[in-house]
C-alpha cells in the first residue's frame, strides 16, 4: 500500500499474500485528523487501520456516514479482480 505523506497518517494494513481476495475493496478514508485505509469484502469491512478498527464487521456505508459527519470522505482506492 501507497504511504501518504500526510503529517497526520495513522497506519497501514499489514499484508499478506493470502490475507486479501481478489474481488476485495480497498478504501482511502480521510478527514482532518487522520488518514487511513479500509479493506471490505462483499460491503462489510475486514480490516483497517487501528483507528477506525472498530468499523470491522459493519457494512462501509457505515464507516462513510461516520466519516461524512466529521468532515472527512471515503473514497475507493483500488477493486481487485480478475479479468
Known sequence: MHRTS???YTGSIPVSPTMFKD???WWHVTC???TCCAVSREGIII???P???KFIG???DNLDRWVNSIGGSVEIMARSSKG
Do not use: M, P
Open 58 to 60: 459493519q457494512r462501509i
Open 6 to 8: 500526510n503529517a497526520n
Open 32 to 34: 482532518k485528523s487522520f
Open 47 to 49: 480490516e483497517s487501520a
Open 23 to 25: 474481488d476485495d475493496e
Open 51 to 53: 483507528i477506525i478498527r
